[in-house]
């Protein structure tokens, strides 16, 4: 239903903040409360335990299988070269690689999300000067990914430290990657273009978030000792904090319990537990530190500053952070393509008009005014 809004005083809700569009089985964020369910369970019960396989299944509600889904074409290959001679942002890349619809959106789902973690990692390797390595069908998502990565069968630790990260941030309510993929498929388009949108919504830094700048300035601490002075430098200086404070959470967010968690069992499986001390010791002068320099904002760590040590951790550059995140959202993203494909309406939200009024062209010229008319 159309309706002409001539009322300039409005309200509008810049950013959809607080907008319900849509309903949901997927996910549920509560940031007051500091809660993020995943298709029914608290994110620790599901993160720490599932394979990526099965939280996946849970959202899409199907079987899945990913290993038939991996090689890429010959001709994605090259262009992944050729983009890779160019130094392409990986993000762009990684939408470069996109097939193709199938018309089936179950098959453009699972192909998307089979082929995500091949073109990152030929991409990696690429644009480093190495051979792209085939994907492996006796590896789940999680192991396949570091293999291509590296040449080497991963441990078994260093899989479940990526499979709880890919798991906890598999999905996370109507996000603006989520929201631009749900909006594209309400238009009756297919879900590789859908993914395609969320890409270049995810790229942007507002929505992708910088994990790496939390790690550095762990890295320039370098021994906890030194964290007040550094931290109380920053803090008189303005300058925030990176790893600390969520738009949505309003308490800690609960994603980086998870992730600390899997840290830690990671690092003490075969890592550099001094470092992990380190990120703790900082964490904690911080928290700190912000209650005592913004009291009453209870800023706490978010997802950010232990994604960056869990990363780290299992040998990522700070460059594969976004793509890594991307290869598990994805399947998020497919998700609530379903969900949208069901609701079967279209997403269109009006907007008020506040510019002139009453202008007139002039012929004479091919020019109109530039004027306001009041």
């Not at 990692?121 to 644009?127: E, K, N």
């Not at 590296?150 to 260093?158: A, I, N, Q, T, Y």
């Not at 738009?247 to 800690?252: A, P, S």
């Not at 470092?275 to 911080?286: D, I, M, P, W």
């Amino acid at each position: 239903m159309w309706r002409y809004i001539d009322d300039m005083d409005t309200m509008v809700n810049q950013g959809l903040e607080g907008v319900v569009a849509a309903k949901t089985t997927l996910s549920m964020v509560d940031g007051e409360r500091g809660e993020l369910i995943i298709a029914g369970y608290p994110v620790a019960e599901l993160a720490l335990n599932a394979t990526f396989e099965e939280t996946v299944a849970l959202l899409w509600n199907d079987s899945v299988d990913f290993a038939s889904r991996r090689a890429l074409p010959q001709s994605t290959l090259e262009l992944l070269a050729s983009a890779a001679a160019e130094r392409v942002n990986a993000m762009d890349a990684l939408r470069m690689s996109l097939r193709g619809s199938s018309g089936n959106d179950t098959d453009d789902a699972r192909n998307i999300v089979g082929l995500f973690p091949t073109a990152v990692a030929a991409y990696w390797r690429l644009s480093h000067g190495r051979d792209p390595i085939a994907p492996r069908a006796d590896l789940g998502h999680a192991a396949n990914y570091l293999y291509m990565l590296s040449g080497e069968v991963p441990l078994p630790e260093r899989v479940r430290g990526l499979e709880t990260y890919l798991n906890t941030v598999v999905d996370h309510g109507l996000n603006a990657s989520t929201f631009a993929a749900r909006v594209i498929v309400s238009t009756g388009s297919d879900f590789v273009s859908a993914v395609s949108g969320a890409i270049g919504a995810l790229k942007g830094p507002l929505h992708g978030g910088a994990p790496g700048p939390a790690l550095d300035m762990v890295f320039e601490i370098g021994d906890v000792s030194r964290a007040e002075s550094f931290l109380r430098d920053k803090l008189e200086r303005g300058e925030k904090l990176m790893g600390f404070g969520h738009r949505v959470y309003k308490v800690r967010d609960p994603r980086a319990d998870v992730l600390n968690i899997a840290a830690e069992r990671m690092f003490r499986g075969g890592g550099d537990m001094g470092l992990y001390q380190l990120a703790l010791g900082v964490e904690s002068v911080a928290l700190r530190l912000l209650n005592e320099y913004k009291p009453g904002r209870n800023l706490q760590t978010n997802v950010e500053f232990y994604t960056a040590l869990l990363l780290h951790g299992l040998g990522l550059e700070v460059a594969l952070f976004t793509p890594t995140f991307a290869i598990s959202r994805v399947a998020g993203w497919v998700a609530h393509g379903f969900e949208q494909r069901r609701a079967d309406r279209i997403i269109r939200p009006q907007s008020v008009y506040v510019g002139p009024r009453g202008r007139t062209w002039s012929a004479a010229d091919g020019k109109g005014e530039t004027g306001v008319t009041d």
